[in-house]
């Protein structure tokens, strides 16, 4: 196992994360603890000692199973992270009450990583209002011994991430982020790894294969990379870019069956670094997996200066693409919660003077009529 050193601590570059652990009848409140056992202790015998649960995983049943798989262990053996669910405005105001629980569900005195989590456009607002007194009382479980580590993890945009470490930054020890190399240009992952680096917080990864779509490529794309190595499998290269990158110190992987788990350990077992020209490679195959599937807005603005309703058209397509990239998912719709009714995609009037200024040429009406159909709006 390859491990990283975090201040005084060596962690296992590979996490397992409790996102998507085993279920039975395929119901996602229904872990199968059993199989999940069997994985726990896989893990811990091949050297993964930091495990990622949340309260919100699995309809609230994470917590209890990943706290009864651990407790079979030295506490000291392995490192567990939890997080505050501010996704939910109706938790705002209950952060001791939620981490009371938190402990109690997971059977222990105290989380060695604790994070805000899914800081985004919805919740930054009340992540910074001293009113609900979340960063106080987080702060002050860490004081007393109860929080080892505090951080945060980030489903929002640059900026939004940026108004929370202008504000929280010199007390935030780890950044959990999306990141994977299609990430890395399409939502910005590359800028918030620069981010987190100018304020020299290490990088915790999630969502490494883009919910699966990394492990398997078009026939193309995956002769390019087994002409490069033969013997690497195709997920295995996402993992390598991600452990390229210097400040990352933990990638977590939501593995649901035992075989995942043992194949991601097999790739973990060495460090094999990509070259330059394999690193390009990939970039290039994400470029291509882009293009195929997104609308090719560059983000220059022409069209927010002739939009009569004077929508953010370029955050709203951004949002757009990446909601008809993932067939879906819940960052679109949570963002645009964000947005005023009259900012969203359903207030535009179809009048096209957007089109008539676009360089790319794209069909914005069009897009704008889609999305809205798409969330409902």
């Not at 994470?62 to 490192?79: H, M, N, T």
């Not at 919910?211 to 390019?224: A, F, H, I, Q, V």
């Not at 939501?254 to 043992?262: A, D, I, R, W």
């Amino acid at each position: 196992m390859i491990f990283k050193d975090f201040q005084e601590l060596k962690i296992s570059a590979l996490g397992m994360g409790a996102m998507r652990l085993p279920v039975m009848d395929g119901i996602y409140a229904n872990i199968d603890e059993v199989e999940t056992d069997k994985m726990v202790a896989y893990a811990m015998d091949h050297g993964i000692n930091y495990y990622d649960t949340a309260w919100g995983y699995h309809d609230g049943q994470s917590e209890i199973s990943i706290g009864k798989a651990l407790s079979k262990y030295p506490r000291d053996s392995y490192y567990l992270a939890t997080k505050f669910p501010g996704y939910d405005p109706s938790n705002w105001e209950k952060v001791s009450v939620i981490f009371e629980d938190q402990l109690k569900k997971c059977g222990v005195e105290y989380f060695d990583f604790y994070l805000f989590h899914n800081v985004c456009e919805m919740n930054i607002d009340a992540y910074l209002d001293p009113k609900y007194g979340i960063f106080d009382y987080l702060v002050k479980q860490k004081e007393i011994g109860r929080i080892h580590h505090l951080g945060f993890s980030v489903h929002g945009r640059y900026d939004v991430m940026k108004r929370f470490l202008e504000v929280y930054g010199p007390m935030m020890e780890f950044c959990q982020i999306q990141l994977n190399y299609l990430d890395w240009t399409f939502q910005d992952a590359k800028a918030k790894v620069e981010l987190s680096e100018k304020y020299h917080i290490p990088v915790w990864v999630m969502e490494p294969l883009r919910g699966g779509s990394l492990c398997k490529l078009s026939e193309e794309d995956e002769s390019k990379l087994n002409a490069l190595r033969p013997d690497e499998k195709i997920p295995a290269w996402a993992f390598r870019f991600l452990l390229s990158i210097p400040s990352v110190k933990v990638v977590l992987s939501g593995m649901s069956n035992y075989e995942q788990l043992k194949e991601n350990i097999d790739t973990f077992e060495k460090e094999k670094n990509l070259t330059e020209e394999e690193r390009e490679i990939l970039l290039e195959i994400a470029d291509g997996m882009l293009k195929k599937k997104i609308l090719p807005c560059t983000a220059c603005r022409y069209c927010t200066s002739h939009c009569p309703k004077e929508l953010n058209i370029p955050s709203l397509l951004a949002l757009y693409n990446e909601h008809s990239y993932t067939g879906g998912g819940f960052l679109a719709p949570m963002a645009l919660m964000a947005f005023p009714d009259e900012k969203k995609p359903s207030a535009c009037i179809g009048c096209r003077s957007c089109e008539e200024v676009c360089p790319q040429q794209i069909k914005i009406s069009k897009a704008m009529n889609d999305f809205s159909l798409k969330l409902g709006l």
